[in-house]
């Protein structure tokens, strides 16, 4: 029998007790109690009793939209590399990390390649080159990526996931679901692809179904803001701005003393999505101080101002973006809508044909310029424009309306 309550636990034979010297407290275990205890023991080990190591446990089990790490049962197969082949891996991932993470995507591609060059049968390579590819806008490249992934290692979550969002790029709905179909199937904790495919419903008009998803993810993944502020956008796409406004305030909540010029700018879109336009614009100058030459940042204080009347503060943030990065189609869209708001309509068509000469299928950018072939008396370039918008993106009227006041 088993004795607890002294320093030193103590067997007894024949049954009988013994108690240590400075044992006051002693009783008999029987062999079910102990299993119950033990039981107890191993919940406390993994955090059951304390929240914050169970919600730690939690994190560590799924694909985040908010973090770049994930399981390693959700990457794939792991193969039989060598330690060489390991460490080659391990060094490509550190090194390309602060790169992508500043937009210097070209760099980290040619880094990741050389790596490839000595391990072209690692499957997690393509995937990893894969992203900086969609980050680069180099659609293409990225595709062959992730189907390269995917042949080398069809168990991968993550490669579906990828190439998922690869489709959704290209506004190809159905492909993109059907791979993020695929990739919760394989790894039910991929919190992230759930986010991914709300994304691909919402932009098809199916919120009701957006919204499941992106449900799924928040309850996967609940201290990530992404979920929080996708949902807050879809609700505002319905109307319904009360649940929208929770959402957002629940996404503020969740970054209350932000730190990096990429957490303001994230905070500031939830108050813009909440219209506390004083809080966004102070969030917005906060991450400017960190980083004064965040292209990403003054694109968005861009379309902030637009959207306030700022017309000339709007326009010479724009300016400032791309200057930073010259041919950036999401900037030259955003110069597009800080023209358009203040009914300089030839500016906006040269912005719009600028951003459509990059990337055919920006269906804000098409959309944009019918309004402003519209305005212009151009009544059918305007309506060739807004149904190709419409057929790319059969919710950017919603979005438009809803993000910019354009109608």
Known sequence: MILFGSSDPIRTSAGKISFHSNCRRCWPISPRSWLAFALLALLVALGGTDPARA??????????????????????????????????????????????????YARAIEQLSRVIDYDPDNARLYVNRGGLYLGNRQINEALADYNRSISLDPASSLAFAGR?????????????????NEAVKLYPGNARAFLARGTAYSNTREYDRAIEDVDRSITLDPPCTAGYRARAYIYGMKGDRDRANADYDQAIKLDPNPGTATAFS?????????????????????????????????NNRCLLRAVLGQYESALTDCNEALRIKPGEASILDSRGVAHLKKGALEQAIEDYDAALQID?????????????KRRKGDAVGGEADIAMALAIKPNVADEMAARYGIK
């Open 164 to 180: 998922g969002q690869t489709y959704l790029q290209m506004a190809d709905y159905e492909h993109a679901i059907e791979d993020f």
């Open 360 to 372: 055919a299928k920006m269906a804000v950018a098409l959309y944009g310029r019918a309004i402003a």
């Open 266 to 298: 994230r905070r500031a879109s939830a108050y813009q999505g909440k219209r506390d336009y004083d809080h966004a614009m102070a969030d917005f100058a906060q991450a400017l101080k960190l980083e004064p030459n965040n292209a990403s940042v003054l």
């Open 55 to 104: 919600q730690q446990a939690q994190t560590q089990r799924i694909v985040s939209a908010c973090r770049a790490d994930a399981p390693p049962a959700a990457e794939g197969k792991i193969p039989d590399a060598s330690a060489l082949s390991r460490n080659r891996e391990a060094r490509a991932r550190a090194a390309t990390a602060p790169l992508s993470s500043t937009g210097a």
